[in-house]
């Protein structure tokens, strides 16, 4: 019998050891969740089982990616225990039917800014696109609080949600996104903004520079809508222009490659 929603197991399964050898999240935990839908439209969630990181180290096994109904909440398959985060997940889903994939972190340079419990300035022209890089009200990990918290300030943002990322207040990162690779594009550009972001700290403290800089200006002034960089969707790929290959070139007459054989 084939396993339920294989392939898409099998790429979050991928996807999350990926993140994890990265260090776009740490051995005390974070989670993935993807929605998928079956073939009579019914909704279900994907999400990495409960000590992923910590027990785990990120290498699951497709089987170990549970198989969640989203309407009733239970486990249908998958091999574990469902996350105590889910809650976190189910909220985020609600907010907006484009929202399908909820991915949070533990990564180590936006840690710097939720744990500090400011918002992040925006200065990389790969993040601008995100716009405001929020830090939320503290509440404790896994608690219903949290989940009410995040729910409510997605909602705030309408369409935006379906392609966001909030710091939640010495807990992490949360990340909202059309389509899991998304999210992922997201969490690793957030991570050198974040980076880059405090290091132009050091130089406004030091007298170095006025305030954050980003695309030759203040961070701090709105980009007009021709300076912003398009988001990636599924079935728009993003690449560069093509060329097509120089012709090869011709063989002179009576010429033999090392290894032919001269035929009769």
Same mark, same amino acid.
């Not at 979050?12 to 740490?26: E, G, I, Q």
């Not at 990389?124 to 009200?137: D, H, M, S, V």
């Not at 060329?243 to 011709?250: I, V």
């Given at each position: 019998?084939?396993?339920?929603?294989?392939? /898409?197991?099998?790429?979050?399964?991928?996807?999350?050891?990926?993140?994890?050898?990265?260090?776009?999240?740490?051995?005390?935990g974070?989670?993935?969740?993807?929605?998928? %839908?079956?073939?009579?439209?019914?909704?279900?969630?994907?999400?990495?089982?409960?000590?992923?990181s910590?027990?785990?180290?990120?290498?699951l096994s497709?089987?170990? &990616?549970?198989?969640?109904?989203? @309407?009733?909440?239970?486990?249908?398959?998958?091999?574990?225990? $469902?996350?105590? =985060?889910?809650?976190?997940? %189910?909220?985020?889903? /609600?907010?907006?039917?484009? &929202?399908?994939?909820?991915?949070?972190?533990?990564?180590? @340079?936006?840690m %710097?800014?939720?744990?500090?419990?400011?918002?992040m300035?925006?200065?990389?022209?790969?993040?601008?696109?995100?716009?405001? $890089?929020?830090?939320?009200?503290?509440?404790?990990?896994?608690?219903?609080?949290?989940?009410d918290?995040?729910?409510?300030?997605?909602?705030?943002?309408?369409?935006?949600?379906? /392609?966001?990322?909030?710091?939640?207040?010495?807990?992490?990162?949360?990340?909202?996104?059309? /389509?899991?690779?998304?999210?992922?594009?997201?969490?690793?550009?957030? =991570?050198?903004?974040?980076?880059?972001?405090?290091?132009?700290?050091?130089?406004?403290?030091?007298?170095?520079?006025?305030?954050?800089?980003?695309?030759?200006?203040?961070?701090? @002034?709105?980009?007009?809508?021709?300076?912003?960089?398009? &988001?990636?969707?599924?079935?728009?790929?993003?690449?560069?222009?093509e060329?097509?290959?120089?012709?090869?070139?011709?063989r002179?007459?009576?010429?033999?490659?090392?290894?032919?054989?001269?035929?009769?």
């Open positions: 019998m084939e396993m339920m929603f294989y392939a /898409e197991r099998r790429d979050l399964a991928y996807t999350v050891r990926k993140m994890f050898d990265r260090k776009d999240t740490n051995i005390d974070g989670n993935m969740s993807i929605k998928v %839908f079956g073939p009579d439209g019914h909704p279900y969630i994907l999400i990495t089982p409960t000590f992923m910590e027990t785990y180290y990120a290498e497709p089987a170990q &990616i549970l198989v969640v109904d989203a @309407e009733t909440y239970e486990k249908i398959d998958g091999v574990g225990d $469902i996350t105590r =985060e889910i809650n976190m997940h %189910f909220e985020a889903y /609600e907010v907006h039917p484009g &929202i399908r994939c909820v991915y949070h972190s533990h990564a180590e @340079e936006s %710097f800014w939720a744990t500090s419990g400011l918002d300035p925006n200065v990389t022209e790969a993040t601008r696109e995100l716009g405001k $890089i929020q830090c939320l009200p503290y509440a404790p990990a896994t608690s219903k609080k949290l989940a918290i995040v729910h409510d300030n997605l909602k705030k943002i309408g369409d935006k949600a379906m /392609e966001n990322v909030f710091l939640l207040n010495s807990h992490g990162i949360l990340i909202t996104a059309t /389509e899991l690779h998304i999210a992922v594009r997201i969490m690793e550009t957030l =991570e050198w903004n974040a980076k880059i972001a405090y290091q132009q700290s050091v130089f406004i403290k030091l007298g170095l520079l006025p305030d954050y800089q980003s695309v030759g200006r203040d961070a701090s @002034e709105p980009l007009h809508e021709d300076e912003l960089v398009p &988001i990636a969707v599924p079935g728009v790929p993003l690449k560069a222009i060329k097509p290959l120089p012709p090869e070139p011709k002179p007459a009576n010429t033999m490659l090392p290894g032919e054989v001269l035929e009769n």
